[in-house]
């Protein structure tokens, strides 16, 4: 009931903030940079798109077979897609597909507590390679412009931290201690009491990342060389999206625009509602840009992720809404 209480909660703030926005900007500034709208560059945007999608889903694929879980390209995509699907219309940041996707491997004689280690290997991999990659971007920012005393303080502080706790976090798992174990049992002190038979399942997690980090090092080379290409390949992104409403933008001004909307993400609001919005308005309006133009670029952004969404949505349908509800139901019982 609190999740559900919590999801309407999310989504009525969202749309709260994005109708702020809106009155503020303007709707008749942020239709203007539509006026001469590209439809070339919107197909150039969908394939670079579609090659970031390609390139995630054969890290995961990549992370699956170091565990000899030899599965075809064209149903993990599937699957990866459902994941994002149930992930960008949850409250759920960037994990409300993992139980689905991990269930979907079951179909496979992939133990549920394996294929959710998979994903998470996945997940938080990505978010960390993300969070590093844009922290030197913030500490340019915090450099090259006039921040408030403040918030440059904050900035800071959560980097220094963000960048502890991920040392500590690769450090015990690589010297083979537990993470997640730890803390599994601190939460269960206060909510999961009753819940003892999840603890094996837990360090069946520890052990799968502790392992990809010291034995699996071909494929964590991988890992980091995709990251790499899909880094360069949203910069391609991002700069045909702007051109298409016209703007022109650099490659300091592209980092800027991909750290806010990469953060955005990470908030746990259904498909990242007027966050989204928030960042690029931030964020042109720090470079000294006219606010309407990240308007006008989180719609594009929009309409890609709404998109994939809506293709997860039928692939989800075609398996069976019945056995969703299920998995669903039992998952929020939990």
């Known amino acids: 009931m609190r999740r559900i209480i919590f999801g309407i909660g999310s989504l009525a703030a969202g749309l709260l903030l994005l109708f702020i926005l809106i009155r503020r900007i303007g709707l008749e500034k942020i239709i203007q940079p539509f006026k001469s709208f590209s439809i070339y560059f919107l197909i150039l945007f969908l394939i670079m798109a579609a090659a970031i999608l390609l390139l995630s889903v054969l890290r995961w694929q ?5 565990f000899n879980f030899n599965m075809p390209f064209t149903i993990v995509l ?6 994002f699907s149930m992930s960008y219309l949850t409250p759920s940041a960037r994990m409300g597909g993992a139980p689905l996707k991990a269930y979907m491997l079951t179909r496979h004689k992939i133990p549920f507590e394996k294929g959710l280690s998979t994903i998470l290997i996945d997940n938080i991999m990505e978010t960390t390679f993300d ?9 340019i920012l915090l450099l090259q412009f006039e ?33 997640f174990s730890l803390i599994f049992n601190w939460l269960r002190m206060f909510r999961f009491k009753s819940a003892h038979d999840l603890l094996e399942k837990i ?20 890992f980091i060389i995709l990251s790499f290409f899909v880094w360069a390949i949203g910069l391609i992104e991002y700069k045909v999206a702007l051109l298409a409403i016209n703007f022109n933008a650099s490659i300091f001004q592209l980092f800027l625009i991909i750290v806010f909307a990469v953060i955005s993400t990470m908030i746990p609001i259904p498909a990242s509602l007027g966050i989204l919005e928030l ?17 006008a670029l989180a719609i594009i952004l929009r309409f890609r992720d709404v998109l994939l969404a809506l293709i997860g949505v039928i692939l989800i349908y075609s398996f069976s809404i019945n056995k969703l509800a299920i998995i669903l139901g039992k998952w929020i019982q939990k």
């Open 203 to 222: 360090r069946m997690i520890d052990t799968m990342f502790s392992s990809f980090l010291r034995e699996k090092r071909i494929a964590f080379l991988w």
């Open 78 to 83: 599937s699957y990866y897609v459902m994941g």
């Open 131 to 139: 969070i590093l990659f844009s922290s030197v971007w913030i500490i």
């Open 62 to 66: 990549i992370i699956l077979k170091s």
């Open 147 to 179: 921040l408030p005393q403040r918030f440059e303080t904050l900035v800071v502080v959560f980097l220094v931290l963000a960048f502890i706790f991920s040392g500590i976090f690769f450090i015990r798992l690589y010297k083979g201690k537990v993470v």
């Open 279 to 295: 960042g690029q308005v931030s964020v042109f309006t720090l470079l000294g840009l006219d606010p309407y133009i990240g308007i």
